[in-house]
């Protein structure tokens, strides 16, 4: 069965610094990967996709992830956070022909201090 | 920009009385779904609906679960009986096509169960 999993409940980092956090996926196939954004009161943001080809992906809101197959991992990486990123951030993962069936990782909540 | 809209964005019931979740999609989007997330736990698919049927249901999606779109615009979920356990937010989602990862969700609603 597929599941994701997110090791990192939380995560505070300074405004300004690097943030990566971490997902890691598992599934028979290659999968279908996503990252969503969830703003206190906001519904789920898709903040960028993987489907194939470059293992590199770049999202909204200068958000990028890699895709390492070898290791089964996903994350999310951002150079310079701004305080406006504190939000709940999603892994999920979808084998597509199943239309859209999402398996979502725990969330990792980021706070981002002054 | 468009956006998916879900009503109400809260709602208290006692246990066993029925619940309307309701939900507008993207005007042009032809697939819809239910998530739910349980206080503390994963985002999980309930359903998803296409050319006005099902067309995937999860195990949590048992008979007291249904899902009608009444109109052109208007996607909902009832929840028959409600149980203490239903208490989540349900977040409704749609797409454009069927594999592309690219859902929009709405802002959620937050139903509580006494």
Known sequence: AQSVTQPDIHITVSEGASLEL????????????????????????????????????????????????????????????????AAEYFCAVGPLEYGNKLVFGAGTILRVKS | EPEVTQTPSHQVTQMGQEVILRCVPISNHLYFYWYRQILGQKVEFLVSFYNNEISEKSEIFDDQFSVERPDGSNFTLKIRSTKLEDSAMYFCASSELEATGELFFGEGSRLTVL
């Open chain 1, 22 to 85: 971490r997902c890691n996926y598992s599934y028979g196939a290659t999968p279908y990967l996503f990252w969503y954004v969830q703003s206190p009161g906001q519904g789920l943001q898709l903040l960028l996709k993987y489907f194939s080809g470059d293992t590199l992906v770049q999202g909204i809101k200068g958000f990028e992830a890699e895709f390492k197959r070898s290791q089964s991992s996903f994350n999310l990486r951002k150079p310079s956070v701004h305080w406006s990123d």
